[in-house]
C-alpha cells in the first residue's frame, strides 16, 4: 500500500474514534483502568514492517503485530489473491463430507514442510482453537487405544498456550491468571520454566537441564505413566520473555517422553513459519519430532485468521482404524475457510520465492549480535534473542536479579517512550518483547537498538532522578 498521508489520514476522526473505543470496543487482555484513561493507540494503515496511526504518524513495529505480520503489510499480490478466492468461493462448509480445494491444498503443503510423519492436518481458526483441538486430538487417541485414565498434561510454569479456558488452563503464565477467572486444575500439571537466568545461583546449565529432565520424569512417576497423556511445550517460550532452553532441553524431554508413553506436542505458534529461520523449528532448530505441531500467527502473516493442528500417522492410525465407525466430532465454523487457505498458501509461496528463512538466518543473527550490546546498560538484566524472537528483561539490581516495584511499570515506560520515538515494543511485566516481520533490514534492526539504547538510559536517569532506582 502506498501511504499517502495528506489524503489518506485526514478522513479520520479521532476524537470520535477514541470515544467509540472507550464506549464499545472491550480489548483482548483489556486493562480496564488504564483504557478508561489513556485510549488506545489506533491503527488505520501498514506498509511493510511499518504501520500508521490514523493521525499519520509511522512506527516501525518491532512487534511484527502480534508475532505475525511475518511477510510484511500492505502486500498487493496478497490482496488479489484473497479477493480472487472471495469472488470464486467465499465460503464452504468445512464437516464431514465436504471440502474445498484451497483447504486440500493447503494441507497437502502442510504435510510436505512439517516434519518426519506428520502429514494429517487438522484446520482451526487460531493458534489457541490449534492447541485446544491439539488436546481433543489427544484425548480421543488415548481413549481410541483404550487408555481411558491417561489424560493428565505436563506443562510449564510462565508457558502461554492460548485464551480458551482450555489452553489458558494449560499455560500457566501468572500475569495472565486473573483471579476473577477460573481454570482447570485436575488434569494439568506444570513443571520448572527453563528459564536459566532465573536457576539458582551458581547452577551451572549443564545442572539445570539435568534438573529439568528430573523433575519431568518424577512428574510422570508422581501422577503415574498409565495417567499421563502429553507434554505440551513451545520450543521457545514466546509471551513467557522469549525463554530459550538449555542446550539439548527438547531431545531430552522427547527422551523421556518416549520412555514412558507421552505424546510431545511441539506448540509453535510463534517459532513456525520463518521466525526461528525454518518453516517449523522443532526439528530443524532443536533436533526433536513431535507427535503434534499446532501453528498459526505466520501461518498467514495475519492476513487472515487461521491455525492448524498438525499430527502424526501413527496417531491418525490408531483414531481412523477401519471398522470402529468413530467419529471426530470437533470443528469450527470457520475451520479450513477457503479466503484463509488461499492467504496461507500465497504466504507460504512468499516466503519460498523470497527465500526468507535464508533472509532470516542473516538478519537474526545480526540481530542478536546488536541486542546484546544492551546488556552493559542501566536496568537491563537479561537479553534473550534468537534470530527473530527478542526479549529485554529489566532489573534493579544485577548481581541479585531483584526485579524493579511493579508499580513502577518499568517495561510500559519504556515502551511508552519508543511509541513516541516511531518504535513500537511490547510490554510485559518487566519484559520488552520483540518479533519484527521476517522482511527486517539490518538498518532497521539498527534503529530498533539506536531507540532502545535511548530509552533505556531516559528510563532510567528518571528513576534514579525521582530515587526509584539506585542501580549502576
Given at each position: 500500500?502506498?501511504?499517502?498521508?495528506?489524503?489518506?489520514?485526514?478522513?479520520?476522526?479521532?476524537?470520535?474514534?477514541?470515544?467509540?473505543?472507550?464506549?464499545?470496543?472491550?480489548?483482548?487482555?483489556?486493562?480496564?483502568?488504564?483504557?478508561?484513561?489513556?485510549?488506545?493507540?489506533?491503527?488505520?494503515?501498514?506498509?511493510?514492517?511499518?504501520?500508521?496511526?490514523?493521525?499519520?504518524?509511522?512506527?516501525?513495529?518491532?512487534?511484527?503485530?502480534?508475532?505475525?505480520?511475518?511477510?510484511?503489510?500492505?502486500?498487493?499480490?496478497?490482496?488479489?489473491?484473497?479477493?480472487?478466492?472471495?469472488?470464486?468461493?467465499?465460503?464452504?462448509?468445512?464437516?464431514?463430507?465436504?471440502?474445498?480445494?484451497?483447504?486440500?491444498?493447503?494441507?497437502?503443503?502442510?504435510?510436505?514442510?512439517?516434519?518426519?510423519?506428520?502429514?494429517?492436518?487438522?484446520?482451526?481458526?487460531?493458534?489457541?482453537?490449534?492447541?485446544?483441538?491439539?488436546?481433543?486430538?489427544?484425548?480421543?487417541?488415548?481413549?481410541?487405544?483404550?487408555?481411558?485414565?491417561?489424560?493428565?498434561?505436563?506443562?510449564?510454569?510462565?508457558?502461554?498456550?492460548?485464551?480458551?479456558?482450555?489452553?489458558?488452563?494449560?499455560?500457566?503464565?501468572?500475569?495472565?491468571?486473573?483471579?476473577?477467572?477460573?481454570?482447570?486444575?485436575?488434569?494439568?500439571?506444570?513443571?520448572?520454566?527453563?528459564?536459566?537466568?532465573?536457576?539458582?545461583?551458581?547452577?551451572?546449565?549443564?545442572?539445570?537441564?539435568?534438573?529439568?529432565?528430573?523433575?519431568?520424569?518424577?512428574?510422570?512417576?508422581?501422577?503415574?505413566?498409565?495417567?499421563?497423556?502429553?507434554?505440551?511445550?513451545?520450543?521457545?517460550?514466546?509471551?513467557?520473555?522469549?525463554?530459550?532452553?538449555?542446550?539439548?532441553?527438547?531431545?531430552?524431554?522427547?527422551?523421556?517422553?518416549?520412555?514412558?508413553?507421552?505424546?510431545?506436542?511441539?506448540?509453535?505458534?510463534?517459532?513456525?513459519?520463518?521466525?526461528?529461520?525454518?518453516?517449523?523449528?522443532?526439528?530443524?532448530?532443536?533436533?526433536?519430532?513431535?507427535?503434534?505441531?499446532?501453528?498459526?500467527?505466520?501461518?498467514?502473516?495475519?492476513?487472515?485468521?487461521?491455525?492448524?493442528?498438525?499430527?502424526?500417522?501413527?496417531?491418525?492410525?490408531?483414531?481412523?482404524?477401519?471398522?470402529?465407525?468413530?467419529?471426530?466430532?470437533?470443528?469450527?465454523?470457520?475451520?479450513?475457510?477457503?479466503?484463509?487457505?488461499?492467504?496461507?498458501?500465497?504466504?507460504?509461496?512468499?516466503?519460498?520465492?523470497?527465500?526468507?528463512?535464508?533472509?532470516?538466518?542473516e538478519v537474526g543473527v545480526y540481530m542478536e549480535q546488536r541486542l546484546q550490546t544492551l546488556a552493559e546498560l542501566p536496568l537491563v538484566g537479561s537479553v534473550r534473542c534468537k534470530r527473530l524472537m527478542a526479549c529485554v528483561e529489566f532489573v534493579a539490581d544485577k548481581r541479585t536479579k531483584a526485579l524493579l516495584p511493579d508499580g513502577l511499570n518499568i517495561a510500559e515506560r519504556i515502551h511508552l517512550r519508543a511509541q513516541a520515538k516511531g518504535l513500537l515494543v511490547r510490554p510485559?511485566?518487566?519484559?520488552?518483547?520483540?518479533?519484527?516481520?521476517?522482511?527486517?533490514?539490518?538498518?532497521?534492526?539498527?534503529?530498533?537498538?539506536?531507540?532502545?539504547?535511548?530509552?533505556?538510559?531516559?528510563?532510567?536517569?528518571?528513576?534514579?532522578?525521582?530515587?526509584?532506582?539506585?542501580?549502576?
Amino acid at each position: 500500500m502506498a501511504i499517502q498521508p495528506d489524503a489518506f489520514f485526514q478522513q479520520f476522526d479521532d476524537s470520535k474514534l477514541v470515544a467509540a473505543d472507550k464506549a464499545h470496543y472491550m480489548h483482548g487482555f483489556h486493562m480496564f483502568d488504564e483504557h478508561r484513561e489513556q485510549g488506545s493507540l489506533n491503527i488505520a494503515a501498514g506498509d511493510g514492517a511499518y504501520i500508521y496511526d490514523t493521525a499519520g504518524t509511522r512506527y516501525l513495529d518491532a512487534v511484527g503485530g502480534m508475532w505475525c505480520t511475518n511477510i510484511g503489510l500492505g502486500r498487493e499480490e496478497m490482496a488479489e489473491a484473497i479477493a480472487d478466492q472471495v469472488r470464486q468461493l467465499a465460503y464452504s462448509n468445512p464437516f464431514c463430507d465436504m471440502a474445498n480445494v484451497s483447504a486440500i491444498e493447503l494441507c497437502q503443503k502442510l504435510a510436505s514442510l512439517a516434519p518426519g510423519d506428520l502429514n494429517h492436518v487438522f484446520l482451526t481458526t487460531g493458534g489457541s482453537t490449534a492447541v485446544d483441538t491439539a488436546y481433543r486430538l489427544v484425548q480421543f487417541y488415548q481413549n481410541s487405544r483404550g487408555k481411558h485414565e491417561k489424560k493428565h498434561v505436563i506443562s510449564r510454569h510462565n508457558a502461554y498456550h492460548g485464551s480458551t479456558f482450555l489452553t489458558m488452563s494449560i499455560g500457566n503464565k501468572a500475569a495472565d491468571r486473573a483471579p476473577e477467572f477460573d481454570f482447570m486444575s485436575d488434569l494439568f500439571h506444570h513443571i520448572s520454566c527453563p528459564n536459566y537466568y532465573r536457576a539458582p545461583a551458581g547452577m551451572s546449565e549443564a545442572d539445570f537441564l539435568e534438573f529439568l529432565v528430573a523433575e519431568f520424569e518424577d512428574k510422570i512417576l508422581t501422577l503415574g505413566p498409565d495417567k499421563v497423556a502429553a507434554f505440551f511445550a513451545e520450543p521457545i517460550m514466546g509471551s513467557g520473555g522469549v525463554i530459550i532452553p538449555p542446550e539439548g532441553y527438547h531431545q531430552r524431554m522427547w527422551e523421556i517422553c518416549q520412555r514412558y508413553d507421552l505424546l510431545y506436542v511441539a506448540d509453535e505458534v510463534v517459532t513456525s513459519f520463518g521466525r526461528l529461520g525454518a518453516f517449523f523449528a522443532s526439528e530443524e532448530v532443536f533436533g526433536m519430532q513431535p507427535d503434534i505441531i499446532t501453528t498459526a500467527k505466520g501461518l498467514t502473516s495475519g492476513y487472515l485468521p487461521l491455525g492448524a493442528c498438525i499430527f502424526s500417522e501413527r496417531i491418525w492410525q490408531v483414531i481412523g482404524e477401519p471398522g470402529k465407525g468413530r467419529c471426530f466430532t470437533h470443528g469450527f465454523t470457520y475451520s479450513g475457510h477457503p479466503v484463509s487457505c488461499v492467504a496461507a498458501l500465497k504466504n507460504i509461496e512468499i516466503i519460498e520465492r523470497e527465500n526468507l528463512l535464508a533472509h532470516v538466518e542473516e538478519v537474526g543473527v545480526y540481530m542478536e549480535q546488536r541486542l546484546q550490546t544492551l546488556a552493559e546498560l542501566p536496568l537491563v538484566g537479561s537479553v534473550r534473542c534468537k534470530r527473530l524472537m527478542a526479549c529485554v528483561e529489566f532489573v534493579a539490581d544485577k548481581r541479585t536479579k531483584a526485579l524493579l516495584p511493579d508499580g513502577l511499570n518499568i517495561a510500559e515506560r519504556i515502551h511508552l517512550r519508543a511509541q513516541a520515538k516511531g518504535l513500537l515494543v511490547r510490554p510485559i511485566g518487566h519484559l520488552n518483547v520483540m518479533s519484527p516481520p521476517l522482511i527486517i533490514t539490518r538498518q532497521q534492526i539498527d534503529e530498533i537498538v539506536a531507540t532502545l539504547r535511548d530509552c533505556i538510559l531516559e528510563a532510567a536517569a528518571e528513576l534514579r532522578q525521582n530515587g526509584q532506582y539506585l542501580g549502576q
